[in-house]
Each structure stands twice: as structure tokens, then as C-alpha cells.
């Protein structure tokens, strides 16, 4: 039953995932495929700008992830950092509808030394802690966005939206905190084949970790911070990007460009890569401040090379990790988990 369950799951993101290429494709040809390679072309050594730019979010993401382990027992940052690149690489090119990098990196986690209830109480609370404040900085683009172009009509569709999306991540947030957490735990079981059934069994764990996460309020309103801080100068690439093509627009534009695309991206969080979906919110913004189309999905091609400049080694590694320890289960010689956290380190230093 569970092997049907998890065939179902991955026959419908590979084809929500051929759905959003297709549509991704059409965008394409609608606004002039050769135009919009001509100005990607015309970048240049922009894109190893706009691209290099993404470490820094990637570390304050790290950061916002790591002040939710226990005090005195958190990873270094560095360790952390590798299996945060693992994920996201996972999330961006992986059809995985948005989650399966969140379960590797708290696999790599546990792989590393961290008790699994600890690992996925960490990694539960920073995906809600995450969600909540990119609808906060969603919002506040589309409020810049109708200061900019005073286009009221946005205002009723983007309330209701906001609303839409507090109501459900308030859902997620009342599972975790009443009794719920042993129903996330069989899903992500039955969706991973078993492999999680340990998680299963220990719930009762995993609840009082995942509440004990939260009665810590400092660390939640200093993840809340790193969270809106990455937020914000992930704006950064999209205004590199804007310069190198010509457009010396303003920062608040790169804001509004970043906060509205990656708030349509995750409305469809389970088409894989929002293929589509994104390149979709950067020419609904272009339109409403003037920029041609080719242009915009210009700067989303552009996204779309940095993930995977990025995702490509990310996943390299990732597999390389995956077929290191199964070579040592095959073998009959698994590593001991200090052992594993010791080579796993030295792997990704190197």
C-alpha cells in the first residue's frame, strides 16, 4: 500500500512537473525566444554577479535554521551550510514538489550526529517560521507594487490571498502544537517507502521536541529575523541582475520583483521548481512597471542558471553521500555516526 501510495506521488510532481515546462516553454515563445537569449547573452559576466550573490542568503538561511537546535548542542555553522545547499538544491531540481530537500537535509542532520527528533523538530519549525514571514514580505511587495503604479485593484486579491495562506500555515502551526505531529510523521513515512518509520515510532519524542522548539520565543523571533533578513537581500540578485541588463531600476523594484514571483512560486509549491509559475510572476510584475516581457523572463532564465550553477554540485554531492553509505551498509561496515559526521565534513570542506 505504501509502495502504490509513494508510485501515485511521483507519477503526479513528474507531471505537474511536465505541465510547468510546457508552460515555461509557451512563455517563451509568446515573448520571442530569441530576444529574450539575446539579452540573457548581452549579460555577460553579470551573471557570475547575480549568481555569486546567492551565497549570502544561503548562509543567512543556514543561520535562521541553526538558532532552532537546542542551545549548546547546535552544528556548526559551516556543516549546517552544506546540508542547507543539499536541500535547496533537491528543492530546485529534484521533482519533489518543494519538501524533499527539507527531508534530506534533516537525513544529513541525523547522518551528522543530531538525534532524528531533534533534527526534524528543527527543520519543521524554521519551514513554518519560514513561511509565515515570506507571506509578511510578500505582502509588502505587493504594497510597494500598488504605491508604485497606484493600481487599488490589487489590494482585495492580495488580502484575500494573504489570508488564504495565514489560515493554512496557522492550520500547519495548530497540528504541531495539538496532538497532530504523529499524522505529518506517517505521511512523510509512507511517502519516503519506510524510510522514516524510526521518526513513526519515536513521535512522542518529536512532539515534546517540536513544542520545546517553540517555548523557546528568543530563538523564534531570531529565526523570524534571519528569515525576513534573507528574504529581503535575496532582492539583491534581482537587482544585479536588473543592472546588468540595462535597467537601473531601484532596489524597491528588485523587492517587488522578488517578493511577488517567489509568493506565486509557492502558492503552487507542488508543481516541482515552480517551472513556469515563476517566470509567470516576473512578467506579471514587468507588466505593471513597465519593463518589456523578453526582458523579464530574461532576469527568470537568468534564476533559472543560477539554480542550476548551484543545484547541479549540490545534488553531485548529495548523491555522492547517499552511494559513500550504502557502499558501507553493502559491505556490512556502517560507519559509526561520529565516524559519519567526520567524513561527511571533510567531504563537503573539500
Not at 499524522?183 to 509512507?190: F, L, N, Q, Y
Not at 548551484?310 to 553493502?330: T, Y
Request: with cysteine; charged share 15%; net charge positive.
Amino acid at each position: 500500500m505504501a509502495m502504490k501510495s509513494q508510485s501515485r506521488f511521483k507519477l503526479t510532481v513528474y507531471l505537474l512537473g511536465l505541465a510547468g515546462m510546457a508552460f515555461f516553454i509557451a512563455l517563451l515563445v509568446r515573448e520571442g525566444i530569441t530576444d529574450v537569449f539575446a539579452v540573457v547573452a548581452a549579460a555577460g559576466w553579470g551573471l557570475v554577479a547575480a549568481t555569486t550573490f546567492h551565497v549570502i542568503p544561503e548562509i543567512l538561511d543556514t543561520a535562521e535554521w541553526r538558532v532552532l537546535f537546542p542551545a549548546g548542542r547546535r552544528p556548526r555553522l559551516r556543516d549546517l551550510a552544506w546540508m542547507r545547499w543539499i536541500g535547496e538544491s533537491i528543492n530546485n531540481l529534484v521533482p519533489a514538489a518543494q519538501v524533499g530537500g527539507d527531508l534530506v537535509r534533516t537525513r544529513l542532520a541525523v547522518i551528522n550526529g543530531t538525534r532524528m527528533p531533534v533534527a526534524a523538530a528543527s527543520v519543521i519549525v524554521d519551514m513554518t517560521v519560514n513561511v509565515f514571514i515570506q507571506i509578511i514580505f510578500t505582502l509588502t511587495g505587493v504594497a510597494l507594487l500598488i504605491g508604485t503604479t497606484r493600481q487599488m485593484n490589487l489590494a482585495k486579491p492580495a488580502i484575500a490571498g494573504a489570508l488564504v495562506s495565514i489560515l493554512a500555515i496557522s492550520g500547519f502551526y495548530a497540528v504541531q502544537r495539538f496532538g497532530g505531529i504523529r499524522w505529518i510523521a506517517g505521511i512523510i513515512s509512507r511517502l519516503t517507502g519506510g524510510d522514516w518509520q524510526p521518526l513513526v515510532q519515536n513521535v512522542q519524542e518529536l512532539d515534546r521536541e517540536i513544542r520545546s522548539v517553540y517555548s523557546r520565543r528568543r530563538d523564534i523571533m531570531t529565526c523570524a529575523a534571519w528569515a525576513m533578513t534573507s528574504w529581503v537581500s535575496s532582492a539583491g540578485e534581482i537587482w544585479i541582475t536588473l543592472y546588468v541588463l540595462g535597467m537601473q531600476t531601484s532596489f524597491v523594484h528588485a523587492l517587488i520583483f522578488e517578493s511577488i514571483s517567489q509568493g506565486f512560486r509557492s502558492a503552487v509549491f507542488f508543481i516541482p521548481g515552480g517551472l513556469g509559475v515563476q517566470e509567470g510572476g516576473y512578467l506579471f510584475v514587468a507588466g505593471m512597471l513597465g519593463i518589456p516581457g523578453h526582458a523579464a523572463l530574461a532576469m527568470a532564465l537568468i534564476r533559472r542558471i543560477r539554480e542550476l550553477a548551484f543545484g547541479v554540485p549540490g545534488i553531485l554531492v548529495w548523491q555522492f553521500l547517499e552511494g559513500k553509505r550504502l557502499h558501507h551498509a553493502m559491505n556490512g561496515s556502517a560507519l559509526p555516526v561520529a565516524a559519519r559526521a567526520a567524513s561527511l565534513s571533510k567531504t563537503a570542506r573539500s
